[in-house]
């Protein structure tokens, strides 16, 4: 898959986890859209910060500040700025997670994309009821009912400070003017065509994304001018909407009628008590906050293993492998939309269960995989590219935001007339039980397809707070890898007391008990030399694959705040006074 890969690869999404080494004011504000004036806050922190994934996003972010935003104003321009600037993975076109903190209180925001009505459990599968390659991430069928805009229009309405309309302007600048084209987004572009060619619309938008060229999406800047204008309604039931739903007409499964249903939701975070800070993260349809919590306190749990282990040897490796190895048969029982199935969150985040599962973890040697199982019995449950941004405000609020269209480009379908780039987050459905999606996960019955259903979701925006104050706000993009980066990040600076530059950029692996034993590395810090021989000798197989994350990261350290920016993407940092 093309997040997976760096640029010189040419291998197939497909085969990802087989590869080896590697402002116009057309109208009058409405009062809903309006802002009551804002109150006089004392400001708990020397500045403002932001992490976020280019420079424009930056400057957009640094602009509401400077008129007075918050850091959920800030957090929206960022999001609209990056579906203009960041086009592999910012959107309007698809779904994500916002994780709160607003005056001392925790929030989430369910923006995640729904199947649309008229899709079914089946509709991946061939008349032999085999997986059809290809058909859940390319193309029209592979588009889930995108959700960002109604997040953003929930969010600002219900937090920001800002008049809409301020917060779209940056972005409506950025797609009618243009950006200027970096080499990394030229690279991923050309990557991504190849697997859209003769499926997708996908050139005639982005044929002209070179580097060096200042790209402007005129369409693009009309949609958001509308959603400047109208607010969400544009998108979901205006001329936006029509638009959506003419394109796929013929093509796909969103109808008007799908787009006029679509609902964000605010939903209780996940949260955890670990090592004096209070986690706070996210929570069903995502399996990474539930992860995250168990991979913090089954190492936790076995700190006297952990005891003397070097960071990053052969013997961490092992251990974190073997914690990795039961949550992730967790993640695929017990894991999907909790509007469809009763996710048991309080079981398989308790203390005594996950201590449960740390005491089944051998010290010595890899556990044979098939005798890790789900540890709740396996009966089922009741019936019932991405790119994350870090904000904090002088104020003490603080946005952890990941949003996604799936792979780079999503499916590579561009709404037309509409410049917007539709998701591909289909895919992060079980098409069929126990067959591996993109990221090499498989799932069960609780994230088979239903109209109306979320998939299951790795991403794990994620704010830590102690003393009810914000410590770190934390998050990146990388399907099944986002929650062990994000653990292995929260590891470096807590229990390694590294620096937080130096925690980002630190090594990164992963381990997800299928394929058996097989440990991922990236080439950013590859596991070689005799690294590679140790951990190897443990009885693991070594793969390598093309990304490991890109890291979004604010710390606050007593009343400053310090942000870094994974030095594996084009990420930009700013603290602003
Ligand atoms: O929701 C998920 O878990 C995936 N669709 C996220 C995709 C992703 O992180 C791609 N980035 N590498």
């Known amino acids: 898959m093309r997040l997976l890969r760096n ?3 040419s291998v197939s999404r497909l085969a990802l986890v087989a590869l080896v080494s590697v402002s116009s004011c057309f109208l009058e504000v409405t009062p809903a859209i309006a802002k009551a004036p804002a109150k006089a806050q004392p400001a708990v922190l020397t500045a403002s910060a932001i992490a976020v994934a280019d420079k424009y996003s930056a400057d957009a972010a640094e602009q509401i500040f400077k008129e007075g935003g918050n850091a959920v104003d800030a957090a929206v321009a960022i999001a609209f700025t990056l579906a203009v600037t960041y086009p592999e993975a910012g959107n309007i076109g698809g779904g994500g997670f916002m994780t ?7 929030y989430f925001l369910d923006y995640r994309e729904r199947a649309p009505l008229a899709a079914t459990k089946n509709m991946y599968l061939d008349d032999k009821g085999e997986v059809i390659k290809g058909m859940s991430l390319f193309g029209y069928r592979a588009v889930g009912v995108p959700g960002t805009v109604d997040g953003m229009w929930e969010a600002q309405r219900r937090f920001g400070k800002l008049k809409w309309k301020q917060v779209l302007a940056p972005a409506i600048h950025y797609a009618r003017d243009g950006f200027e084209v970096s080499q990394q987004l030229q690279d991923r572009r050309d990557e991504a065509a190849k697997d859209f060619a003769g499926k997708t619309n996908f050139d005639a938008y982005f044929g002209n994304l070179k580097q060096g060229v200042n790209f402007k999406q005129p369409d693009l800047a009309a949609v958001l ?3 400047s204008d109208q607010g969400a309604k544009d998108f979901y039931s205006g001329k936006t909407a029509d638009l959506i739903a003419a394109s796929m007409h013929g093509h796909g499964l969103i109808t008007k009628a799908d787009l006029v249903q679509y609902k964000a939701v605010w939903r209780q975070p996940v949260q955890a008590d670990w090592n004096g800070y209070r986690v706070i993260t996210a929570p069903p349809p995502s399996s990474g906050g539930i992860g995250l919590v168990q991979l913090l306190k089954m190492k936790a749990d076995l700190a006297p293993d ?4 070097p960071l990053n040897s052969p013997q961490y490796v092992h251990l974190i492998a073997e914690i990795e190895k039961r949550v992730f048969a967790d993640r695929a029982q017990y894991l999907g939309d909790p509007d469809f199935y009763k996710v048991p969150i309080a079981q398989l985040t308790d203390d005594a269960y996950i201590a449960k599962r740390a005491a089944e973890v051998n010290p010595t040697t890899p556990s044979d995989t098939k005798s890790v199982q789900p540890g709740l019995g396996t009966s089922m449950p009741e019936k019932a590219e991405t790119t994350h941004f870090s904000v904090i405000d002088k104020w003490g609020n603080a946005v952890s935001n990941t949003y996604t269209i799936n792979g780079y ?3 590579g379908v561009v709404a037309d007339r509409t410049g917007i780039v539709l998701n591909d987050e289909m895919d992060d459905f079980s098409a069929k039980p126990g067959v591996a999606n993109m990221f090499g996960v498989v799932g069960s019955d609780a994230n088979s397809i239903e109209p109306k259903k979320r998939p299951l979701s790795s991403m794990t925006p994620t704010i830590l707070t102690k003393d009810g104050k914000v410590a770190l706000v934390i998050g ?3 399907g099944s890898r986002i929650f062990t980066s994000i653990f292995q990040v929260i590891n470096n600076i807590y229990d390694y007391d590294m620096p937080l530059p130096d925690a980002v950029a630190a090594m990164r692996f992963h381990h997800q008990l299928l394929p ?3 440990i991922f590395w990236e080439p950013y810090k590859p596991i070689d030399g005799e690294l590679a021989k140790q951990i190897e000798a443990k009885g ?9 994350g890109d890291i979004q990261a604010i710390k606050v350290n007593g009343d400053t705040p310090e942000a870094a920016a994974d030095p594996r993407g084009r990420g930009v940092t700013r603290v602003i006074q």
């Open 516 to 518: 058996p034993n097989t």
């Open 476 to 478: 990146t993009p990388g």
């Open 225 to 227: 001018t509308r959603i």
């Open 100 to 106: 709160l903190y607003v005056d001392g209180k925790p």
């Open 409 to 411: 480009f999503g499916s």
């Open 7 to 9: 640029n010189k690869s």
């Open 306 to 309: 952990f005891k003397d282990v």
């Open 540 to 548: 693991y197989t070594l793969k390598g694959q093309d990304f490991s």
